[in-house]
């Protein structure tokens, strides 16, 4: 997780120029966005009707969904069930029969949220991406966090094993 000083400071060294401002406790957004003299970005927050704006956009985020455009989902963690029986490995595993494995979903757009844990790479990747979507893809909704599940199943020898398996079920979901 960047700092806002450390995001700062990478802006920075790439020869970029970004402001910020604290919008809540929760997040930082960023209000402007300078590529070397080129206005990239520009945020306004000016009147009743900015900070109208910006209250709908801080209660969006805080659901999941992005103010503006198209109302996207954000990276989360989202349901799903796994049933073994479904997929036909009801003759072979003897328990679990189901569980909820999860998986993740969302977008990555700019500014990328501290809790979404984003790498180094995944900040400047969406950096990019912002300022030429066409030429930067933005970076990926995937699991951060993967936990295990013990599987009692019958191997091929017909005897019964009781066995952990790593990183089956997804805990959390960061951009990439």
């Known amino acids: 997780m ?5 995001t700062y400071s990478i802006a920075e060294k790439l020869g970029l120029n970004a402001s910020f401002f604290q919008s809540s406790k929760a997040a930082n957004t960023v209000t402007s966005f300078v590529d070397r003299g080129r206005d990239s970005f520009r945020g306004r927050l000016a009147g009743e009707e900015s900070q109208a704006t910006a209250r709908r956009a801080a209660f969006a985020s805080r659901h999941g969904k992005r103010h503006g455009r198209k109302s996207r989902l954000r990276c989360s963690k989202k349901p799903l069930h796994v049933n073994f029986k479904e997929l036909g490995w009801d003759d072979w595993i003897i328990a679990p029969l189901e569980y909820e494995a999860h998986h993740c979903e ?61 990183d089956m079920v997804v805990e959390s979901c960061g951009c990439r």
């Open 106 to 166: 969302g977008v990555c757009d700019f500014p990328l949220r501290s809790h979404l844990e984003p790498t180094n790479h995944a900040i400047i990747q969406t950096l990019m991406n912002s300022m030429d979507p066409g030429a930067t893809p933005p970076s990926c909704c995937v699991p951060t966090k993967l936990t295990p599940i013990s599987i009692l199943y019958i191997d091929a020898g017909n005897n019964v094993v009781y066995k952990q398996y790593e």
């Open 2 to 6: 960047l700092s806002l000083y450390r």
